[in-house]
């Protein structure tokens, strides 16, 4: 760190959430990107790329292996699943990292292998990686030099769900969460089903039954309850650039009633920067997060005795991406934890 200074290199660039990264890092009052890493691009100025990103003197893009770390002091993974364990691994140890694929989010490198097709490449390192949700593992977080950061959808469903689950006030055991998300949540690749024609005017369903953020909510859930729990959890793609929208569907336990959870959950995120309690009544929207780093949480009661509806909107580039990685880092360094993520949401 040169004196309030962090060096930061942004491991993959050329993406979605590592073009985010920049864009927020640019205005951090204690960030300075020395290293922009993509393959594909490697050589070519970012702008080239991200004609948005023009004008700030950034560096050139290089290939992973061709950074030069000496100008690094924390360096964000922003690549595909399943390549970061090995680059992680062969990084200086003085380098903190903020992993922001799914690499190292799971604690049992057996339910990584059984979910994601291959073995842990880097089990040594998975003890020591910190679940990077800030609301819940702050403390762990300022200590850490690897933090696994959350998935999209984790994020906006354990926000709205630990406290309800923690508390005793849901039943962990019969959870169904409806999860919607724009196209970018996909990834930045070409790939047929991304193809307008595929994804404009229309909506469809994805990962039905077996997507891999099942068991990243699972581990964190049955935490929370302290006993296994498995989740009814189906994602579903809406034809918009951004944003997420998760409508959990639960079962009340010990008289609990809707006004209980919402008091819960203000009660809990009170002292929270970017976690709003929305009025009885108000629905979240995730044209009121977007370009923010806010999770809106809303509770209705259900039409069903026993039965209440919990909704939460983020933005899944900022929240439930780069925001987050950001947030993580702030913890990290012992910084305000709202610097860089002070953006106010972008409407219409």
Same mark, same amino acid.
């Given at each position: 760190?040169?004196?309030?200074?962090?060096?930061?290199?942004?491991?993959?660039?050329?993406?979605?959430?590592?073009?985010?990264?920049?864009?927020?890092?640019?205005?951090?009052?204690?960030?300075?990107?020395?290293?922009?890493?993509?393959?594909?691009?490697?050589?070519?100025?970012?702008?080239?790329?991200?004609?948005?990103?023009?004008?700030?003197?950034?560096?050139?893009?290089?290939?992973?292996?061709?950074?030069?770390?000496?100008?690094?002091?924390?360096?964000?993974?922003?690549?595909?699943?399943?390549?970061?364990?090995?680059?992680?691994?062969?990084?200086?140890?003085?380098?903190?990292?903020?992993?922001?694929?799914?690499?190292?989010?799971?604690?049992?490198?057996?339910?990584?292998?059984?979910?994601?097709?291959?073995?842990?490449?880097?089990?040594?390192?998975?003890?020591?990686?910190?679940?990077?949700?800030?609301?819940?593992?702050?403390?762990?977080?300022?200590?850490?030099?690897?933090?696994?950061?959350?998935?999209?959808?984790?994020?906006?469903?354990?926000?709205?769900?630990?406290?309800?689950?923690?508390?005793?006030?849901?039943?962990?055991?019969?959870?169904?969460?409806?999860?919607?998300?724009?196209?970018?949540?996909?990834?930045?690749?070409?790939?047929?089903?991304?193809?307008?024609?595929?994804?404009?005017?229309?909506?469809?369903?994805?990962?039905?039954?077996?997507?891999?953020?099942?068991?990243?909510?699972?581990?964190?859930?049955?935490?929370?309850? %302290? $006993? =296994?729990?498995?989740? *009814?959890?189906?994602?579903? !793609?809406?034809?918009?650039?951004? &944003? @997420?929208? +998760?409508?959990?569907?639960?079962?009340?336990?010990?008289?609990?009633?809707?006004?209980?959870?919402?008091?819960?959950?203000?009660?809990?995120?009170?002292?929270?920067?970017?976690?709003?309690?929305?009025?009885?009544?108000?629905?979240?929207?995730?044209?009121?997060?977007?370009?923010?780093?806010?999770?809106?949480?809303?509770?209705?009661?259900?039409?069903?005795? %026993? $039965? =209440?509806?919990?909704? *939460?909107?983020?933005?899944? !580039?900022?929240?439930?991406?780069? &925001? @987050?990685? +950001?947030?993580?880092?702030?913890?990290?360094?012992?910084?305000?934890?709202?610097?860089?993520?002070?953006?106010?949401?972008?409407?219409?």
């Amino acid at each position: 760190m040169a004196g309030d200074r962090l060096r930061i290199g942004v491991l993959g660039a050329s993406g979605y959430t590592g073009a985010d990264l920049v864009r927020l890092l640019l205005r951090h009052p204690n960030a300075e990107l020395t290293v922009l890493t993509a393959d594909r691009h490697a050589g070519r100025p970012i702008d080239d790329v991200f004609p948005h990103l023009a004008g700030f003197g950034l560096p050139s893009l290089v290939k992973v292996e061709d950074a030069d770390w000496s100008a690094v002091d924390v360096a964000f993974c922003a690549l595909p699943h399943g390549t970061t364990q090995t680059i992680v691994a062969a990084l200086p140890g003085r380098l903190k990292v903020v992993d922001l694929s799914a690499d190292f989010r799971l604690r049992d490198p057996a339910v990584y292998a059984q979910w994601y097709g291959h073995e842990h490449h880097a089990p040594e390192l998975q003890p020591a990686a910190v679940y990077g949700l800030p609301e819940w593992y702050r403390e762990q977080v300022r200590t850490a030099r690897l933090v696994a950061n959350p998935g999209c959808y984790p994020t906006a469903a354990l926000i709205a769900l630990l406290p309800l689950v923690a508390d005793g006030l849901i039943d962990a055991g019969e959870l169904i969460l409806d999860a919607k998300s724009g196209v970018s949540g996909a990834g930045r690749g070409l790939k047929e089903n991304l193809l307008f024609c595929e994804t404009g005017e229309g909506t469809h369903a994805y990962g039905v039954g077996s997507h891999r953020h099942m068991p990243e909510l699972e581990q964190e859930l049955g935490a929370a309850a %302290g $006993r =296994a729990v498995t989740v *009814s959890f189906t994602p579903h !793609l809406l034809p918009m650039n951004r &944003g @997420e929208l +998760i409508t959990a569907y639960v079962r009340l336990t010990g008289g609990a009633g809707a006004d209980d959870l919402r008091t819960a959950l203000a009660r809990r995120y009170a002292e929270e920067p970017f976690v709003r309690v929305v009025p009885p009544g108000v629905s979240p929207a995730t044209r009121h997060v977007r370009g923010s780093n806010l999770c809106l949480l809303g509770v209705f009661p259900d039409r069903l005795p %026993g $039965r =209440a509806i919990v909704i *939460s909107a983020i933005d899944n !580039l900022v929240k439930g991406s780069s &925001g @987050e990685a +950001i947030h993580n880092m702030n913890l990290m360094y012992g910084l305000p934890e709202t610097a860089g993520l002070e953006q106010v949401a972008l409407f219409p």
